[in-house]
């Protein structure tokens, strides 16, 4: 994310925020409907067998359905989130994530993510119900 177009109220997010020094500092963008960004696994993001920690993979596909309402204007909370893991991922392995919204009733939105290899081999993805929190 632009550090000028960057809401103050994200900018400390572990995965996103580009104030956050120990964070991931991921870029998603919107590419039509699908909220998009790539990321590198760390070697000290793995957890045993040197394979990536299943929360990082988590954090991602969580904040690719998120960033698809924040780069909207709006703002969410997970509320429910499901994720399957399809294949282990590991260091060095540059993942290609994907967000897009499903469903949209009232505050709730559901949203679907998904992490790609460069060669499309899907390895994890994610269904999440968010609740849109009304402006202030």
Sequence with gaps: MNQELARSDANRCFVCGPGNDNGLQVEYCLEGEVCKAEHTI????????????????FALLDDAMANWLFLKGERAYTGKC???????????????????????????????????????????EAAGTFVVIPDD
């Design 82 to 124: 499901e994720i399957r893991f399809r294949e282990p991922v590991k260091p060095g392995t540059r993942l290609c994530l994907e967000g897009r919204l499903i469903s949209r009733k009232g505050r709730m939105a559901k949203l679907e993510s998904r992490a790609l290899t460069p060669d499309g081999r899907l390895v994890a």
């Design 42 to 57: 760390a070697g000290h993001h793995c957890g045993f067998d040197n394979v990536a920690h299943g929360g990082i993979l």
